[in-house]
């Protein structure tokens, strides 16, 4: 099992604090239907309205520190029509901001993994 805290820049921070900031800054963009796999019901609720937590699956986000940098690795649930390439870009993009913003770091790396759509219902 993996160390619960990571140690970056001097301070300690709990894979968890690191995945609730890197699920927050996945969801908000546009074309996220959620971070980890949730039931569909859940995901278009989620789409469509704001629960005001998140509740991204344990293992939807992975951290490391590596060579003295963070590398995080973020599991996504997408809707159907949006470029998995420009998807990806703009989640690599809001995922490192929101690291510098919040624990002052810069990150190494940010992994996207689609690892379900959600298709709109016709």
Known sequence: MAESELTISGIGVSRQVVS???AAAAEKVEGVAS???RATASNLV?????????TSDSDAVEADVVDGALH?????TVLYGYPFTQLADAVREAVARA????MGVEIGAVDV?????????E
């Open 20 to 22: 609730a900031i890197v």
């Open 35 to 37: 971070v980890g796999e």
């Open 46 to 54: 989620s789409v469509f309205f704001a629960t005001g937590q998140i």
């Open 72 to 76: 995080v690795a973020v599991h996504l």
């Open 99 to 102: 690291v510098r913003e919040q």
């Open 113 to 121: 993994c689609i690892d379900s759509i959600v298709f709109p219902k």
